[in-house]
């Protein structure tokens, strides 16, 4: 049993930054690889990024060198910071432990 709830999610124009914070409970939280997904409206849900039991990483290469995520073992929480934000990265972002659960998600929206 697995709740995610993602948070920090916003408009913000080109160029500036977002941290999106993910809030786990239930137990197993530390033995998980935790990742981030997002989807456009009308598109399909695509990965963003990863990160292992370890603090491993991996990116999309659309994201690589922009964004980076993070995991809090002891607060049992995942986070995404989000620099140079592009247009293109407007989407409603998730996370998830398992590739098909998720939490609510939330929105961001780069535009000027």
């Known amino acids: 049993q697995v709740q995610l709830v993602e948070s920090g999610g916003g408009l913000v124009q080109p160029g500036g930054s977002l941290r999106l914070s993910c809030a786990a409970s239930g137990t197993g939280f530390s033995i998980r690889p935790m990742a981030w997904y997002r989807q456009a409206p009308g598109k399909q849900r695509e990965w963003v990024a990863s990160i292992t039991t370890i603090s491993t990483t991996n990116y999309a290469d659309s994201v690589k060198g922009r964004f980076t995520i993070s995991r809090d073992n002891a607060k049992k929480m995942l986070y995404l910071q989000m620099n140079s934000l592009k247009p293109e990265d407007t989407a409603v972002y998730y996370c998830?432990?398992?590739?098909?659960?998720w939490g609510q998600g939330t929105q961001v929206t780069v535009s000027s």
């Open positions: 998830t432990h398992d590739g098909v659960t």
